[in-house]
């Protein structure tokens, strides 16, 4: 009877010792999965509200969370709304200046102030993308001193997740203009899509304006194409928020 008691405390013990190194062995390839998964920053600048509320339910289809960079003096019903479905509102200057061009006092009006208003609202604004990606060094600097991340619009850039924690990253354009057909288009994310897949924990940053068949725009036969591509071959879509907290 004793025997039978000892053996079966053991038993226990050795059973729950199994379970903890299991949860922990999970934990742990948890981690290292997160941080070997590659994902898009997929962004949204200015200020087209209705065009993107249109397409909440299109990114919830694919498990997107994307980041509108707006124009505004204060948060809108729509900054509301994306950050409820757990998308970012990232800042982009009130009115759509080239910080490059413009005085002290009106960078500070248009990219720093702000972000009280915003805070006193409930947002912490940290993320910032330069209009007509125009940046110097010098904006770099006094910038980075208010937001985690600034953002460029022109160039293709690879980068690790560590470098979307903080300083500058570029992004490409997905508008409609740059590219002569959907058939050039798909060739192209599909060239994004395979390096990313190639490359532990790498990040893209890809951005457009509005959803449609403007110029400026990314039409949702494109967009869609992004999404569901990405989402087939288990490439994540990332808030730039997120990353900065990662
Ligand atoms: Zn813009």
Request: net charge negative; aromatic share 14%.
């Amino acid at each position: 009877m004793k025997r039978k008691k000892k053996t079966l405390m053991i038993l226990i013990t050795g059973m729950f010792l199994l379970t903890a190194a299991g949860i922990l062995g999970g934990i742990k390839i948890y981690r290292v999965h997160k941080a070997h998964q590659c994902g898009i920053v997929l962004a949204f600048d200015d200020y087209n509200a209705q065009s993107w509320e249109e397409h909440f339910d299109l990114f919830d289809q694919y498990d997107a969370k994307v980041t509108f960079f707006v124009n505004c003096s204060e948060p809108t019903d729509f900054c509301y709304h994306a950050v409820e479905r757990g998308h970012e509102i990232g800042f982009h200057t009130i009115n759509h200046v080239d910080l490059k061009t413009a005085s002290a006092d009106e960078v500070y009006a248009q990219a720093i102030a702000p972000i009280e208003v915003f805070r006193e609202k409930g947002f912490e604004l940290t993320s910032f993308a330069y209009p007509f990606g125009s940046y110097n060094e010098e904006l770099n600097e006094l910038l980075l001193q208010h937001y985690k991340v600034l953002r460029g619009a022109y160039h293709y850039e690879l980068v690790g997740k560590h470098q979307m924690r903080n300083g500058f990253v570029d992004s490409l354009p997905i508008d409609n203009v740059k590219y002569s057909s959907d058939e050039e288009f798909e060739k192209r994310i599909d060239e994004i899509l395979a390096e990313l897949d190639e490359n532990t924990g790498a990040i893209v940053g890809l951005y457009s304006h509005a959803i449609g068949d403007g110029d400026w725009c990314v039409s949702e036969k494109r967009l869609e194409y992004v999404l569901k591509r990405a989402h087939e071959m288990g490439i994540q879509f990332y808030t730039f928020k997120e990353l900065q907290e990662n």
